[in-house]
């Protein structure tokens, strides 16, 4: 026996299926938007091999500290499994780079170029100038450890670049400071002493940039090493700064 509803009761028995299908879509969509934001990306445990390390040229590494650059701009940065790196690295070292930069905190040099344990060297002084302790350094992890690149890197709003305009004084910063003070002296505008203070945020960032670029000049003058490597095409030397306040590197090539 066939049996039939009233309409008015099937309208409200389809419409309430429609709102269930509905509602249960509904939390599909949420379930899977939750999973999506908790699942991460799985972690990288690779790291640099000498033979990884002889198939880059300069230029390559270049390219890469890029492109890490501009992850951590977009906040992309790789997962990586420390723990794994460290022990993979624990016998060996194979960077592809040496990055000279300052003290400064606000400037974490591998997070900058999303690097891992055993990527890049880094050697860091208040004022990202180059002495003979550094030099040495920088021979050591190209000629000795294979790196490709050595890179000399500022940035925006230095505060030792800033003790060097106003000549502090501060026990042995005071002779630190000197080593930047070529720097100063070498950025001609502006002309005006008033003009020519920490206070003048173009003066600074001139003298940043001017000063990164006397300690590449440097590096090549006093490293017979580095400079005969450079001259063979093994490595390339370059300049950069970093904005503080967007994280982006800008590279003087």
Do not use: W
């Not at 699942?39 to 300069?58: F, G, N, R, Y």
């Amino acid at each position: 026996m066939k049996t039939t509803f009233p309409l008015s009761l099937s309208i409200m028995l389809t419409a309430t299926m429609l709102m269930s299908c509905k509602e249960a879509t509904k939390q599909t969509e949420e379930a899977v938007t939750v999973q999506e934001a908790t699942e991460q990306p799985v972690a990288i445990d690779d790291v640099m091999t000498k033979e990884d390390q002889a198939q880059l040229t300069p230029q390559m590494v270049i390219d890469d500290l890029k492109s890490g650059n501009e992850r951590f701009v977009n906040q992309q940065s790789t997962n990586r499994n420390f723990g794994e790196q460290v022990r993979q690295t624990a016998t060996g070292q194979y960077p592809k780079a040496i990055i000279l930069s300052c003290v400064d905190s606000r400037v974490p040099v591998e997070d900058v170029f999303d690097q891992g344990i055993g990527d890049i060297f880094v050697g860091r002084i208040a004022g990202n100038f180059v002495n003979t302790d550094l030099l040495g350094s920088m021979g050591f992890a190209t000629k000795v450890a294979g790196a490709k690149l050595v890179v000399i890197m500022g940035h925006t709003a230095c505060g030792a670049v800033k003790g060097a305009i106003d000549k502090a004084e501060l026990g042995n910063l005071t002779s630190l400071l000197k080593n930047i003070e070529p720097a100063v002296a070498a950025t001609a505008e502006p002309g005006d002493a008033k003009d020519r203070t920490s206070k003048n945020d173009d003066f600074v960032d001139a003298v940043i940039e001017k000063n990164v670029l006397l300690n590449v000049e440097k590096t090549l003058k006093q490293s017979p090493v580095l400079a005969e490597m450079v001259k063979n095409g093994e490595i390339k030397v370059v300049g950069a700064n970093y904005d503080l306040a967007t994280g982006k590197v800008n590279f003087f090539e």
